[in-house]
């Protein structure tokens, strides 16, 4: 009964009030990064199933930058010359959103726009909290908890400076959140590592430190830092509600942008 409900109301989104068949609206493209873990694109399917789920009617295809299919310039391919929003599941700028993904666009038919990278935004934030309270994590309740306590925000690294800004920009909104220091830390491509982040933090007499993992699925730098914490290690980001809601915000944001909408300035939290 719920699926013939959600597919009458799919079909009745694309007629207006006088029954006239409105024009399908442009496509989301997510863009994901790809991942030789298994657990990687089994996350950014079910993300894609509840962004459908979360705007009926709306075209949503998945493409990956490399390792899995299908591959962006495949997806790209099978749009012809389409309209279509490309929201990058990538937390931050740097060489990705700025080269890889409008040079395969530029390569296709696709009339493509670009949505802004998924972070810095509070719902990220929201849903970073939310798996550290999962994982474990309690937030300090008194004052000397407040002072032993640190956050390791633990992500993929880029040499792009944009890239550590988005990053720290984030750290700064969960610290705000949580009332204690959040450090990044990266898998690769800059400093600090996450134990090198531990030990600072330790150094301020902050030896109650979680991790907060900072990736948008499950792969190989993700559980090289959970391995490297030394005691709670948050999940990624995963499937969240609040991601999907998210990449549906970016989609909008690209639209209005091309037309000179106003956009609501921030989806606050999950």
């Known amino acids: 009964m719920n ?5 009458l ?6 007629l207006s009030l006088n029954g006239a068949r409105r024009p399908a609206p442009p496509a ?8 030789r873990d298994p657990r990687a694109l089994a996350t950014v399917r079910r993300l894609v199933e509840r962004i459908r789920r979360q705007r009926p009617g709306l075209p949503v295809h998945l493409g990956h930058i490399e390792l899995n299919a299908p591959l962006l310039p495949d997806t790209l391919a099978a749009l012809g010359d389409r309209e279509a929003v490309l929201v990058p599941l990538l937390l931050s700028r740097g060489y990705h959103v700025r080269q890889d993904i409008p040079e395969m666009a530029d390569a296709s038919r696709v009339r493509a726009r670009f949505a802004a990278p998924l972070g810095p935004h509070p719902l990220l934030v929201e849903t970073l909290h939310q798996r550290l309270a999962e994982a474990g994590w309690r937030d300090p309740e008194t004052g000397a908890e407040r002072a032993a306590s640190g956050i390791v925000l633990a992500a993929a690294g880029s040499r792009d400076p944009d890239a550590a800004t988005d990053t720290g920009r984030t750290a700064a909104l969960l610290a705000d959140r949580l009332g204690v220091p959040v450090v990044p830390a990266y898998a690769s491509a800059a400093a600090p ?12 007499g902050r030896h109650r430190v979680a ?13 090289e830092c959970a391995e490297a914490a030394p005691g709670i290690a948050a999940a ?27 956009t609501e300035p921030a989806l606050a939290s999950a």
């Open 3 to 7: 699926r013939i409900s959600h597919q």
């Open 211 to 223: 991790l907060a993992s900072y990736f948008t699925a499950p792969g190989r730098f993700a559980t």
């Open 28 to 35: 989301l493209v997510l863009v994901a990064h790809g991942s």
């Open 193 to 204: 590592t996450v134990a090198e982040a531990v030990r600072a933090l330790a150094a301020r």
């Open 9 to 14: 109301g799919s079909q009745l989104s694309h």
């Open 236 to 262: 990624p980001l995963g499937a969240h509600p609040a991601l999907a809601r998210l990449v549906l915000h970016r989609y909008d944001q690209a639209l209005a942008t091309a037309t000179g909408t106003v």
